[in-house]
């Protein structure tokens, strides 16, 4: 799994508190209503189920998905307007958003004036 790892994770919890900070300070500058911080599991379908399942247990939440509104599976805790997510996307999903993603930049929008 690519999570942050133990000296990783102090820096980022670091990064959260002074960007919160900053954001109290500073309150002419935008900020957003809500937000989310995402980690993503790795490995087989399979697995990566297993580790939303353990995070959800960690978190104190229900599962959700792979049913006929979305095939990813994750788990969320709210945090008032922020949330924690952990999201298991299945392996044929990802195969073809990459392949999607491969024709990225290869067709252009004519932005011309005068269409």
């Not at 490995?43 to 939440?61: F, P, Y």
């Not at 924690?84 to 999201?87: D, E, I, K, Q």
């Given at each position: 799994?690519?999570?942050a ?35 993503f ?21 229900k ?20 949330t924690?997510?952990?999201?298991a ?7 073809n ?17 005068g269409?």
């Open positions: 799994m690519a999570y790892d133990m000296n990783q994770r102090p820096r980022l919890i670091a990064g959260l508190r002074a960007l919160a900070a900053y954001l109290e300070v500073h309150p002419e500058i935008p900020a957003p209503t809500t937000a989310e911080l995402m980690v599991t790795r490995g087989s379908d399979h697995a990566k189920r297993v580790e939303i399942d353990r995070i959800a247990a960690l978190i104190g939440s599962t959700f998905g792979n049913d006929s509104s979305s095939s990813h599976y994750r788990a969320a805790r709210d945090f008032g307007p922020v924690y997510s952990a999201v996307i299945p392996n044929a999903d990802l195969a958003h990459n392949a999607l993603m491969s024709y990225d930049g290869a067709v252009n929008a004519d932005t011309s004036e269409m």
